[in-house]
């Protein structure tokens, strides 16, 4: 029963922490809150759907380096990635036209 009780506290406080920060999402949060770490290795890891999350972030004047920490990347990499994204979309969107 103990263990129900710690798990359920654990749960609420990651809650929390994603309500009161725009820099964690509940699942970074409970990641934090119980000491995983999770590190992007690998490009493919992340989502277009991940990279359009860090523009809106940035448009939310976060730094690159605080995206970075959420993502588990260098804020180099987070910059590249959404500079690459961006010019994608670009050539896509002309590519259509």
């Not at 949060?29 to 119980?34: N, P, R």
């Not at 605080?66 to 690459?84: C, F, L, N, T």
């Amino acid at each position: 029963m103990r263990a129900a009780a710690v798990l359920n506290d654990v749960n609420w406080c990651a809650f929390a922490l994603a309500l009161i920060s725009p820099k964690y999402t509940v699942e970074r949060a409970l990641d934090y809150v119980c000491g995983v770490t999770t590190q992007h290795n690998n490009r493919c890891d992340l989502t277009d759907s991940d990279t359009e999350d860090m523009i809106k972030l940035r448009k939310q004047k976060i730094p690159y380096s605080e995206i970075g920490e959420i993502y588990g990347m260098d804020q180099s990499a987070v910059h590249r990635r959404v500079k690459k994204y961006k010019e994608r979309r670009s050539y896509d969107h002309i590519r259509k036209s």
